[in-house]
């Protein structure tokens, strides 16, 4: 799952992590690799706990290694399963595993001109901001191809708020959540065909 083989035509490079935002950015990247003919490279950039160089200081970090890499080919595989309904891509392409920041290892992959790069642009508080660099920002900064930033689902505050609420031990409200949910149907756009 790790090593590119060229691609033959057009290709729609994702990121993936298995977050909300990344799932809903594989889903809109199929729909575009359809649309357009191309070829599906969902990519999941992985690195060790601490980065390379804490990885390289000892033995024990060297075999650890490949538990992590095998975690993050079963989380891509679990992505592709949620968003495609199965862990093959069922289109042409393939699923690539990445050692290395998220950011640069979707740049270095989408390197044609003629490449989509797709990457989910969530809604980030301020101590997210601050804390962890974007990756949309950096792919949107550094791309040589035209970067689509698909924003988070629209559900997505209220899935929130269902984890707060259970967190505080407090009732759900399933009315609620239905209002919620039929009027992000109502005023979805409509599909272009």
């Known amino acids: 799952m790790s090593e590119p083989r060229p691609a033959t035509g057009p290709r729609v490079v994702v990121g993936v992590s298995g977050s909300l935002g ?25 690195e060790p706990p601490g980065g390379e160089l804490s990885a390289r200081r000892t033995t024990a970090a060297a075999v650890l290694a490949e538990d992590w890499e095998r975690l993050a080919g079963e989380r891509l595989r679990t992505a592709l399963s949620d968003v495609l309904g199965s862990p093959d891509l069922q289109l042409p392409g393939q699923a690539l595993l990445a050692r290395e920041a998220p950011g640069p290892a979707l740049v270095r992959i989408a390197d044609r001109e003629d490449d989509l790069l797709v990457v989910g642009a969530g809604g980030r508080g301020r101590l997210r901001r601050a804390l962890w660099p974007s990756v949309s920002r950096y792919c949107i900064a550094r791309a040589r191809c035209p970067v689509l930033a698909v924003p988070p689902s629209p559900l997505q505050p209220t899935l929130a708020a269902v984890r707060r609420r259970n967190a505080w031990g407090l009732r759900l409200d399933t009315g609620c959540f239905e209002r919620e949910i039929y009027t992000v149907q109502r005023h979805r756009p409509s599909p272009r065909s």
């Open 22 to 46: 990344s799932l809903t950015a594989l889903a809109r990247a199929a729909a575009e690799a359809r649309r357009r003919g191309a070829e599906l490279w969902p990519v999941l950039a992985w």
